[in-house]
């Protein structure tokens, strides 16, 4: 087990010094601002990657390509099939490029809180998600001002999603046609494609059917897929705000450790699981994080290990270099404690 810095769109020297300071050996971007048009090419993928190395690091995985370039593929729209090819061109570059693992999620509308200033410990912020108060069943063309809350953040979202209602079946039929047409492309180019969970984990936000929020689902997945280039990026954040929190988190790891599926690993926590929860900074969340990396290297998890999301601290940057700091030295102390 190893850990990495990342979900940052560009590299920048400052970051990248950082992270060998603090002991990471990797490097993850999300959505990295490159500029090919719904395909990123090699020649730019090549350069990330060399950049990356450059600093003695290694390039580990790319998550999400911006979501205007998957967006029919998840929701089943006219068009879909022009986006899979580009996005099987993308899958043949990193694969020639050396870049091992594409890390992908299945929500049209993103990830949804209903707050990104709830007062964490010492005042920290934090972000939080209560149902209450949203409408899930609200699709774009059914919005107007009806919003709950008046909050910003869940208008966009919605305003960002489909005009009508998308069932579970219907989602289910869109990842099935989606994912059978980019995993042989993904095991012929030697990519891992690993899947996030639904963030929230709730049945349907924006009008749109969540299907990724229990550990069936993924078997589910997994069983569609039948392939070893599937893999799950294993949010602990989104797994423990499933039901059954921790247990969740534990069965993932329990049920897909031993499979070889955890392509790598989301760090973090939550209090509480939906509807309601808020995020946390790890040691006093639903999870004993301890038991978690104990439990992902007994089951034979040998990946790299991501902070994903963490508090905003106080003087802290807009990435979160002070937060991340604190993850990160936290999670390399049990890994090295780990028995
Ligand atoms: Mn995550």
């Known amino acids: 087990m190893r850990m990495a810095i990342g979900q940052f769109n560009k590299?920048?020297?400052?970051?990248?010094a950082?992270?060998?300071?603090?002991?990471?050996?990797?490097?993850?971007?999300?959505t990295p601002l490159l500029p090919g048009q719904g395909c990123w090419?090699?020649?730019?993928?090549?350069?990330?990657?060399?950049?990356?190395?450059?600093?003695?690091?290694?390039?580990?995985?790319?998550?999400n390509v911006p979501l205007s370039s998957y967006n029919k593929a998840i929701l089943g729209l006219e068009g879909r099939d022009e986006q899979i090819e580009r996005l099987q061109m993308t899958i043949r570059n990193m694969g020639r490029a050396g870049i091992p693992v594409w890390g992908y999620h299945f929500m049209p509308n993103g990830v949804?809180?209903?707050s990104f200033s709830s007062p964490g410990r010492g005042g920290a912020w934090v972000s939080s998600f209560d149902l209450s108060?949203?409408?899930?069943?609200?699709?774009?063309?059914?919005?107007g001002n009806a919003v709950a809350d008046g909050n910003e953040e869940v208008r966009r979202l919605i305003e960002s999603g489909p005009l009508e209602i998308i069932s579970e079946e219907r989602m289910w039929q869109n990842y099935e046609y989606f994912i059978k047409a980019i995993i042989p492309v993904a095991e012929e180019s030697g990519v891992k494609l690993a899947l996030h969970?639904?963030?929230?984990?709730?049945?349907?936000?924006?009008?749109?059917?969540?299907?990724?929020?229990?550990?069936?689902?993924?078997?589910?997945?997994?069983?569609?897929?039948?392939?070893?280039?599937w893999g799950i990026d294993l949010c602990c954040g989104s797994c423990s705000s499933m039901d059954g929190g921790a247990n969740t988190v534990k069965e993932f790891i329990s049920y897909f450790g031993p499979l070889g599926k955890i392509a790598y690993v989301h760090l973090r926590d939550v209090r509480g699981t939906v509807p309601k929860f808020e995020e946390c900074f790890l040691g006093e969340g639903n999870c004993n994080v301890k038991e978690i990396i104990q439990l992902l290297k007994d089951t034979g998890f040998d990946g790299f290990i991501l902070d994903d999301h963490v508090p905003m601290i106080a003087g802290d940057t807009q990435w979160g270099h002070r937060a991340r700091g604190h993850a990160i030295g936290y999670i390399q102390g049990l890994i090295a404690s780990a028995l």
């Open 112 to 114: 949804w809180r209903t």
């Open 197 to 229: 969970p639904d963030d929230p984990p709730v049945k349907m936000l924006g009008g749109v059917s969540r299907i990724f929020r229990s550990k069936e689902s993924f078997v589910r997945a997994m069983n569609m897929a039948s392939s070893d280039a």
């Open 18 to 30: 950082y992270g060998r300071q603090l002991g990471v050996t990797g490097v993850q971007l999300n």
């Open 41 to 63: 090419e090699l020649a730019d993928l090549l350069e990330l990657k060399h950049a990356v190395e450059r600093y003695g690091l290694r390039l580990e995985a790319l998550e």
């Open 11 to 16: 590299l920048d020297e400052v970051t990248l």
């Open 133 to 143: 108060k949203v409408e899930p069943e609200l699709p774009r063309s059914a919005a």
